[in-house]
């Protein structure tokens, strides 16, 4: 049931674009993006209710594709503030509300 | 605005020992959630609460016990610890309605040896 994310890491150089996908299995009702940094809690970023949606602000942007159970984080013109690992988290249609979370993605910006 | 406070940040028990988790929110959220990290595991679901009264199991709830003391408070229980249990605990909570995000604690980090 665990989503699956990809890529593991990425490494990027201040001012290039990252996207980061999140697939999975079963059928979803709505997809999570948090970020973590070292040693921190994980913090909310944004929610994707709907198929075919796309939500985000500034830079940070996502997609959510209903029909093939996938959602997509989009960084652009990544800043050395962006560095830490993304989760997605999934909640399965005709379950209870709760969210499972893929293994995450390292992303590390370089000056 | 302290959101979701968990205490202890540090724990270090013997093996066989027990210890309870204390989580409180002060956002009036409905459900709250136990999770613990392990390296290259993400985030993987102990025990959850929807609502004040009621909890429910997630994916890996064995040796584990919740309370829902109220709506505030969501305690998480190890009666006889394991090295398996070391690891980073985090309570989050949410509103429970459509929309919302999870805010999380600072985690505490238990090690059992």
């Known amino acids: 049931q665990q989503p699956v994310q990809s890529p593991q890491a990425v490494i990027l150089r201040e001012g290039e674009d990252a996207v980061i996908n999140c697939s999975s299995s079963k059928a979803l009702y709505s997809v999570h993006w948090y970020r973590q940094k070292h040693g921190e809690a994980p913090v909310f970023l944004m929610i994707?209710?709907?198929?075919?949606e796309q939500k985000g602000h500034e830079k940070i942007s996502a997609s959510f594709n209903e029909k093939k159970q996938q959602s997509s984080l989009y960084l652009t013109a990544s800043q050395l503030s962006y560095s830490g690992t993304y989760f997605c988290g999934t909640e399965i249609k005709g379950s209870a509300r709760q969210l499972t979370f893929g293994s995450g993605t390292q992303l590390t910006v370089l000056p | 605005n302290a959101g979701v406070t968990q205490t202890p940040k540090f724990q270090v028990l013997k093996t066989g020992q027990s210890m309870t988790l204390q989580c409180a929110q002060d956002m009036n959220h409905n459900s709250m959630y136990w999770y613990r990290q392990d390296p290259g595991m993400g985030l993987r679901l102990i025990y959850y609460?929807?609502?004040?009264?009621?909890?429910d199991k997630g994916e890996v709830p064995n040796g584990y016990n919740v309370s829902r003391l109220n709506k505030r408070e969501f305690s998480l229980r190890l009666e006889s610890a394991a090295p398996s249990q070391t690891s980073v605990y985090f309570c989050a909570s949410s509103e429970g309605k459509v929309g919302g995000g999870y805010t999380f604690g600072s985690g505490t980090r238990l090690t059992v040896v």
């Open positions: 609460s929807a609502s004040e009264g009621t909890t």
């Open positions: 994707l209710l709907k198929g075919g």
